[in-house]
Every structure is written in structure tokens, then in C-alpha cells.
């Protein structure tokens, strides 16, 4: 047992370790401090390493490992195969290293950020969130996790579970009742859509309600259509998605044909109805992967803007910055 004292009380105010003055375990130390099962170390890990190294063999080769003549063999043995600091150690069982210098080296557990997907009208006193499960091979057929994607689908749902958890205001603003909406969420980008058109449904109850248009899009409609009864159900006849309110749903799935579809495919097949709201003042929400998909995005909507107004190329893009100055170009990208 040993006692944590911050040296910044406001700075770790949101840590459930730091907050809390009394003992602590070690075991628990780690599990909720250091990210030993994620993590890959660095370089200068393996050379402390071989510092605290028993076997002559292992210290051999922590030190090839630390040097610049094995930098490639590193490199292939540990941040392509996306070795864990845990893993490393079950590999050097001699090395014996002193707990304050894993302390140290050991990179911290970084906090995992979700988007909201469900709207608090809908659900008082409920956070709806959706979590697609992380796993690929390695280059040595090795399978990999993700950790708390994977520890989330783990857990049993008739069990209750301590998870310490915080709020932050996300960089999508919630749009007015009276504001069109043009929705592009890909994959789990969908997420905070489905609590956007959750209060939208809502909101028509009691009076009426700006056009939607959501591009949606997944590999296969058969294995990763999320919310797929949700989504259809309201483009039913008045439902927020419908035609009949002005709104829309398309799907793009990317693997279901030879050639693949995206959604920036499916906005530019609904150029008329794009460029309609956006006359009309709506704003462009965006979310989801933050590789090639937002810069995609971008590129389809500048592209309908120059076909449906017949203004310049370099019209078309002012007219899309000014769009994002006016606050109606909203990104929440991750990677």
C-alpha cells in the first residue's frame, strides 16, 4: 500500500486516483493509472530495461534493442507487432525493475472519448453511447484488442459496474429545432446524429421541425448497419428523416459491391436537395473516421456548390469557409 499526493491538485481534480488521500494499492495503481496493456514502450524503455536485466542473454539483447544498430529489429519486434509494456516483460522474465522507474516510463492510461448518442429529452437520466469493438491482426497473425472497447463488451449487463467517467462539451454545437440539418456520420460517427435526430423526434411532438438529411455509411448492410430499425423508422411518413418533412436518409456500403461507395458518393447524387438546404441556411454536421473522410466530405460538398450554383471553383470554396466562420460547418473527427 502506498499514498498518491498530486502536485497539482486542480491539474488531477478529475482523476479517481488523485482525488482520493487515502492508501492505495499498487496493483489498483496501475490498473487504473498505467497503460500496460495498450501501450507500446520506447526505446529508451528497453535501455533501462537491460540495465535491470539477471540473464546475461536478455541484457545482450535489450542492449542490441537500445542501440542504433538495432533500431530495425525494434522497430519489427515491437511497434509493428504493437507490443504491450506487459508483453516486453513476459519476454525479459530476468528483468527485475524497480517499481518508481516503471512509475516513470510507463506511458499514463488515457482517458477513451465517446460521443453522446442519445438525446436527454428522450432519456432522463440516461448516456447512450456507441462503441464499435477494436481488433486487427498484426503482421505475425497476432490478434489485437482494443482495451477498453473490448473490456466494454466484456462486462455483464445485469451486473452493476463502477466506471468513473467525465463530461466535456463536445465540438458538435446542438443545433435549434428551426435550423435544416445536413448530417454525414460514417461508421460510429453516426453516434451523435442518433441523439440529434432523438431530440428532433421529440421536438415534432410539440411543434414543427427544420428538414434532416442523414448520409450514413458502412462496409456491409448485413454485419454493421447501425441502428438500422431506428434510422428507418423515421423516415416513415412524418417521421424527422422523411421525405415528407423535407428530410432523408441514404446509406452507403462500401463492400457490398465491386466498386466501392462512400457516402461523399451519395451526397453527390443528392446535389439538388444538398444545395436546396443549404440555400436555405442549413448547417453541415460531420463525424467519424479523421483519415481520408472529412477532407472526402469537404471535396463533395465544394464540388455540389460549384455544379449547383454555377459560381467559379474558388467561389465554391469561400462559400464553404464561410459556411464554417458562420458556425454551419461543424467536424468531430478521431482517429
Request: neutral net charge; glycine residues 6%.
Amino acid at each position: 500500500m502506498f499514498q498518491v499526493q498530486p502536485n497539482d491538485i486542480q491539474k488531477c481534480s478529475d482523476s479517481s486516483i488523485n482525488s482520493s488521500r487515502d492508501p492505495i494499492k499498487i496493483r489498483t495503481f496501475v490498473e487504473l493509472t498505467m497503460d500496460v496493456a495498450s501501450a507500446s514502450p520506447r526505446r529508451y524503455f528497453f535501455e533501462v530495461m537491460s540495465f535491470f536485466a539477471i540473464a546475461e542473454h536478455e541484457k545482450e539483447r535489450l542492449q542490441y534493442f537500445a542501440s542504433p544498430e538495432g533500431r530495425d529489429d525494434l522497430y519489427q519486434y515491437n511497434q509493428k507487432e504493437r507490443r504491450t509494456v506487459l508483453e516486453v516483460l513476459e519476454d525479459f522474465p530476468s528483468v527485475q525493475m524497480p517499481f518508481e522507474w516503471l512509475v516513470q516510463l510507463v506511458p499514463p492510461l488515457k482517458t477513451r472519448s465517446f460521443s453522446i448518442a442519445s438525446s436527454l429529452s428522450a432519456h432522463p437520466n440516461q448516456v447512450h453511447l456507441t462503441v464499435s469493438i477494436v481488433s486487427w491482426m498484426t503482421p505475425f497473425k497476432r490478434k489485437r484488442c482494443g482495451l477498453c472497447s473490448t473490456w466494454l463488451a466484456g462486462l455483464d449487463p445485469q451486473k452493476k459496474v463502477h466506471i468513473p467517467v467525465w463530461f466535456y462539451r463536445g465540438s458538435l454545437p446542438p443545433p435549434p429545432t428551426s435550423l435544416p440539418l445536413i448530417l454525414i456520420g460514417p461508421g460510429t460517427g453516426c453516434a451523435p446524429f442518433h441523439g440529434f435526430v432523438e431530440e428532433r423526434a421529440v421536438q415534432s411532438v410539440s411543434g414543427p421541425t427544420a428538414p434532416v438529411l442523414f448520409f450514413f455509411g458502412c462496409r456491409n448492410e448485413a454485419s454493421d448497419f447501425l441502428y438500422r430499425d431506428f434510422w428507418l423508422f423515421h423516415t416513415q411518413s412524418s417521421g424527422v428523416l422523411s421525405e415528407e418533412k423535407g428530410g432523408g436518409f441514404f446509406v452507403a456500403f462500401s463492400r457490398d459491391q465491386p466498386q466501392k461507395v462512400y457516402v461523399q458518393h451519395k451526397m453527390k447524387e443528392e446535389s439538388q436537395r444538398i444545395w436546396s438546404l443549404l440555400s436555405a441556411g442549413a448547417a453541415v454536421y460531420i463525424a467519424g473516421s479523421s483519415t481520408k473522410m472529412p477532407a472526402d466530405v469537404s471535396s463533395a460538398l465544394e464540388e455540389i456548390i460549384l455544379k449547383e450554383s454555377g459560381i467559379p471553383k474558388e467561389s465554391a470554396a469561400r462559400w464553404l469557409r464561410l459556411l464554417e466562420k458562420d458556425g454551419r460547418y461543424n467536424v468531430e473527427a478521431w482517429s
